[in-house]
Nanobody, 119 residues
Framework: QVQLVESGGGLVQAGGSLRLSCAAS????????IGWYRQAPGKQRELVAV???????NYADSVKGRFTISRDNAKNSVSLQMNSLKPEDTAVYYC?????????????WGQGTQVTVSS
């Protein structure tokens, strides 16, 4: 079973930067997709950024131009560089992976890491 472990959350002032990392263990194959979602209090979990098989990327409109997702295949990890952070970026950020299994795919989630942006 794939295990995703996040790191790098914390408290930062508006305009600052943070870098989140997610390491995938117990799995060395390819991912259909790997990336980040977030959930703010009282809101639904939403896509932040994802790298698809083939290395195409998708970003939420709210983070385009500020966040950059990247992956390190050798380390089986994905990172999210977050710049120009805003208070509305405050949320729990979850690493996400979609793993192909036979003719289907399974979703895996990390435990989440808190990002708090103060105004």
């Amino acid at each position: 079973q794939v295990q995703l472990v996040e790191s790098g959350g914390g408290l930062v002032q508006a305009g600052g930067s943070l870098r989140l990392s997610c390491a995938a263990s117990r799995y060395t194959g390819r991912f259909n997709a790997i990336g980040w979602y977030r959930q703010a209090p009282g809101k639904q979990r939403e896509l932040v950024a994802v790298i698809n098989d083939g290395d195409t990327t998708n970003y939420a409109d709210s983070v385009k131009g500020r966040f950059t997702i990247s992956r390190d295949n050798a380390k089986n990890s994905v990172s999210l560089q977050m710049n120009s952070l805003k208070p509305e970026d405050t949320a729990v950020y979850y690493c996400y992976a979609l793993v192909p299994v036979s003719t289907t795919a399974f979703q895996y989630w990390g435990q989440g890491t808190q990002v708090t942006v103060s105004s």
